[in-house]
């Protein structure tokens, strides 16, 4: 991905807490030889066996944890130790040029992306799988759900279990977009920032949010 220096985040933590936020990743990987590369939406966590692990810049070294059904043409696509592609978007939102109150002006569009290359390892046991799974449904509830207690649905798990292709990325590389007016002078950031902030649309308040954030 294409980052110009002035989009690049303050911290790497950005990068993490985009990740964390914004979970539903688009996963993509090559297709057969000279065909479509396969894509497909799917939900990706940290691994929980490295909270507190301090990560360089371009987060090297972080463990992802997916998983996809195993009837997608994707899944038997993936091969242990190849490239993947996962993409996370974070708030994002049009910026009309009346927000300026100058001229000329253009409008534009602020968002924020991070873009994690790593290899593939695929999980073929269903004990693994189940650790995926289980993993994934305790971060979940416990940042978008209501502290669900799955234990009384455990059973039906392993039922579904071997429809589940689990597998980890270990992270090669990440780059993180955080396009948000950084280009504008201060005083017109901060009308963008006041213009998002007001507005009913959560992806501008989270983008306001976000610009509120900068140094």
Not at 62 to 90: C, I, Q, S, Y
Not at 110 to 139: C, I, P, W, Y
Request: charge should be negative; proline fraction near 7%.
């Amino acid at each position: 991905m294409f980052v110009p220096s002035f989009y690049r985040e303050p911290h790497s933590s950005w990068k993490i807490d985009l990740i964390r936020e914004n979970p539903l990743a688009l996963a993509v990987s090559n297709g057969s030889p000279g065909g479509i590369p396969f894509a497909t939406h799917l939900p990706v966590i940290c691994d929980p066996a490295q909270d507190g692990t301090e990560l360089p810049a371009d987060l090297s070294g972080l463990t992802l944890l997916a998983h996809m059904n195993r009837a997608n043409p994707h899944w038997k696509a993936l091969e242990d130790g190849g490239g993947v592609l996962l993409t996370f978007t974070g708030p994002h939102s049009y910026v009309s040029p009346t927000v300026y109150q100058v001229t000329p002006a253009a409008p534009t569009w602020n968002f924020t992306s991070v873009h994690v290359r790593g290899e593939v390892e695929k999980l073929d046991s269903m004990d693994d799988a189940m650790d995926v799974v289980q993993a994934t449904v305790r971060a979940y509830e416990r940042d978008f759900g209501t502290g669900w207690d799955m234990s009384e649905s455990l059973g039906y798990f392993r039922k579904i279990g071997p429809a589940v292709g689990a597998f980890r990325v270990r992270v090669t590389g990440a780059d993180g977009m955080f396009k948000l007016s950084q280009e504008q002078p201060g005083e017109v950031r901060e009308r963008v920032r006041e213009s998002f902030a007001g507005s009913d649309c959560i992806h501008k308040r989270a983008t306001a949010d976000l610009i509120g954030r900068l140094p």
